[in-house]
């Protein structure tokens, strides 16, 4: 298998795993705002960004690669798109998660 869809795989794996962290952090931020030393909000934000940077990562490679073997008459489908569409919410989120 080609060496592209490996770290498609790869980054877009590490993004899903920082997504639930973000997700699973900040609505635990919604009862408790340490869980021991740590605070849960800085963390679900730094995870919120990781997975942005992750899923940026991630499509870049992919529509790099891919764009190569197209040939008229191929479309991506709509999983492209919210792949896409994956990376600026994530960072989003990671803003809002800021304040």
């Known amino acids: 298998m080609e060496d592209y869809i490996h770290a498609t795989r790869a980054f877009l794996f590490m993004g ?3 997504g639930a ?3 699973f952090g900040l609505c635990a931020s919604f009862y408790h705002s340490h869980i021991g030393s740590i605070s849960i909000k800085p963390l679900a934000m730094s995870a919120s ?3 942005g940077v992750c899923s940026l990562i991630a499509m870049a490679t992919f529509t790099g690669m891919y ?4 040939v008229l008459g ?3 489908g709509w999983s ?3 792949g896409w569409a994956s990376f600026p919410l994530f960072l989003i989120t990671g803003g809002l998660a800021w304040k």
């Open 16 to 18: 899903m795993i920082a």
């Open 21 to 23: 962290v973000s997700f």
């Open 49 to 51: 960004f990781a997975a």
């Open 67 to 70: 764009s190569q073997y197209i």
């Open 74 to 76: 191929v479309w991506y």
């Open 80 to 82: 492209f798109g919210l």
